[in-house]
């Protein structure tokens, strides 16, 4: 699976960005998909995720994000994407997409779940 993601970029405080992750070598409907974002000098944390469609395509996403940030699918493109609105300096960070081969049963929040990664795409939230 070879992922893409694209669409970061600099917004102030309030706005909104969306993020996509292109997918190739795998159906993203048949995988879970997440997001991730690592900021300067901090571990990689989750942000959300959208489960297989066989498992209802269902969405998880960390209680920072929750209320502000959308994951969705475009089964045609075969593409994720992350809303992004409500935008904090403290979302500043570069946002990595992943996806995983094995579906587990847990919530799916763990950075090892995940078997293949994007290249990473720089969010930057200005005060």
């Known amino acids: 699976v070879q992922l893409q993601a694209s669409g970061g970029g600099s917004v102030q405080a309030g706005g909104s960005l969306r993020l996509s992750c292109a997918a190739s070598?795998?159906?993203?409907?048949?995988?879970?998909t997440a997001w991730f974002r690592q900021a300067p000098g901090k571990e990689r944390e989750f942000v959300g995720n959208?489960?297989?469609?066989?498992?209802?395509?269902?969405?998880s996403y960390a209680d920072s994000v929750k209320g502000r940030f959308t994951i969705s699918r475009d089964n045609a493109k075969n593409t994720v994407y992350l809303q992004m609105n409500s935008l904090k300096f403290d979302d500043t960070a570069v946002y990595y997409c992943g996806a995983a081969e094995r579906h587990l049963a847990g919530p799916m929040i763990r950075r090892d779940d995940y078997n293949y990664w994007g290249q990473g795409t720089q969010v930057t939230v200005s005060s």
């Open positions: 959208i489960r297989r469609s066989g498992y209802g395509g269902t969405t």
């Open positions: 070598g795998r159906t993203l409907s048949r995988i879970t």
